[in-house]
């Protein structure tokens, strides 16, 4: 094996997380309503074994060869029962990785569509709800924190380590965000991928305020 060879096999190579079991994608939806723009949120049916009735953004799992973009519109589209012309997408929001998953994130505006007479899947969704996009804008969520340690394993072979059982692991906390409007509580994910949003514009105002 030469450096040749070695130099052809990683020549194209883009790299990935390592480990990588499940892929999604969410749509942070955006819909004019009386000329102000509000966000969309689904609240997931009671009958979901995973997440029942918290808040979310459409989304989820990615299928077969599709992009995380495909994956997050064919993902509102079926949760929404919209066809993919009433989405126009702005782009891409900042993307989470956990664990084996990873989440991307999109930002679309909602077109032709009334909200009062959106259809959605009643297996999926419960109902949905609007939030003026100024509340985001005007009232910084509140934090709080978890903190993440590593527990290895019984049988975990700490005589192959150094320093065994006394290892000092990293440790490490995670931001968990969460706004009230009303009686909804938005927190976790879904928060965390809104505060994304708020923090991209905000970006871009403060720019252009220095030019």
């Known amino acids: ?54 808040i979310s953004f459409p989304g989820g799992g990615i299928e077969g060869k599709e992009t995380f973009e495909e994956g997050a519109i064919r993902e509102t589209c079926e949760e929404l029962n919209i ?25 679309g505006i909602l ?25 985001f ?17 019984e049988n975990f072979p700490y005589h192959l380590i150094q320093n065994g059982r006394d290892y000092n692991w990293n440790k490490s906390s995670q931001a968990v965000y969460f706004y009230v409007y009303e009686d909804y509580v938005i927190w976790g994910l879904t928060a965390r991928f809104m505060k994304n949003f708020v923090d991209i514009i905000n970006m871009k105002r403060s720019n252009d305020s220095t030019i």
Request: no cysteine; charged share 30%; net charge negative.
């Open 1 to 54: 094996m030469d450096a040749l060879y070695l130099e052809q096999i990683f020549k194209e190579r883009k790299g990935s997380p390592m480990e990588l079991i499940h892929n999604y994608a969410v749509l942070l939806p955006l819909i004019n309503i009386d000329e102000k723009w509000h966000v969309l949120f689904e609240v997931r049916s009671e009958k979901l074994d995973r997440q029942p009735n918290e």
């Open 111 to 135: 077109e032709d569509l009334d909200v009062e007479l959106i259809e959605y899947n009643e297996k999926e969704v419960d109902h949905v709800f609007t939030v003026p996009l100024d509340f």
């Open 137 to 153: 804008l005007n009232n910084e969520p509140e934090i709080h924190y978890t903190k993440l340690e590593v527990t290895p394993e």
């Open 83 to 107: 066809k993919r012309e009433n989405i126009t997408l702005l782009g891409e929001l900042d993307y989470v990785s956990s664990g084996k998953s990873v989440v991307y994130g999109y930002a």
